[in-house]
């Protein structure tokens, strides 16, 4: 048996991991966690069961991939805009927002949680990445902050209170359609001045 073949392999495994993740995150933020079944992500991204068990033990293993790589990916995206500290910061942020609301993501993340619950290792994962969303919150607020306003703030406790609100938000959209993301951009605008760039 060559190397090449062996390599071969690992790239079939590799590319059939990525198409489940990819057939689930899209299941997932269309139907939600509990609608979607293990059989529905495996025929959807057109293998078998065998080819789902090969490379996760589960659809909560699944699940939680999907979540971690929809976090970065969002993180990302609102970092860049926070980045970018101009006067259309707000609007960007406004647009960032709705668009989460509407992406399926906080149902996927509150029907994940109600499942995990009873799962101590699941808990401590989850305590994990809402423990880095404070952290990335914190950070950026850390970066925006004024040189004189340093360390008169109690970062990490405000960081805890946005992602509360921001969570609080998140699932009232879930019940209630009615319910926009204009509260969150509220509070945004109140950083619009340290948001522009420095003269």
């Known amino acids: 048996m060559t190397r090449s073949a062996r390599m071969t392999r690992a ?11 990819a057939s689930a995150r899209e299941l997932f933020l269309r139907d939600g966690y509990n609608a979607t079944g293990v059989t529905a992500v495996t ?28 976090q970065a990916e969002r993180t990302a995206e609102l970092e860049a805009i926070l980045s970018e500290r101009s006067p259309e910061s707000v609007a960007k942020i406004e647009r960032w927002s709705e668009a989460v609301l509407q992406s399926g993501w906080p149902l996927l993340e509150l029907e994940f949680a109600l499942a995990a619950r009873g799962n101590p290792d699941l808990v401590k994962e989850e305590g994990g990445r809402h423990a880095r969303s404070v952290d990335f919150i914190a950070e950026s607020i850390e970066r925006l902050l004024p040189e004189e306003a340093a360390g008169t703030l109690p970062v990490r406790k405000v960081a805890e209170a946005m992602l509360n609100l921001v969570v609080g938000v998140a699932v009232r959209r879930i019940i209630d359609p009615k319910v926009s993301a204009a509260l969150l951009v509220e509070i945004a605008a109140l950083a619009e001045p340290f948001l522009r760039p420095a003269r």
Do not use: C, M, W
């Open 11 to 21: 790239d079939s495994q590799a590319q059939t991991r990525a198409l489940l993740l």
């Open 43 to 70: 025929e959807h991204a057109g293998f078998s069961s065998g080819a789902f068990y090969s490379n996760f033990p589960n659809k909560a293993a699944l699940a939680l991939e999907v979540l971690h790589g929809i």
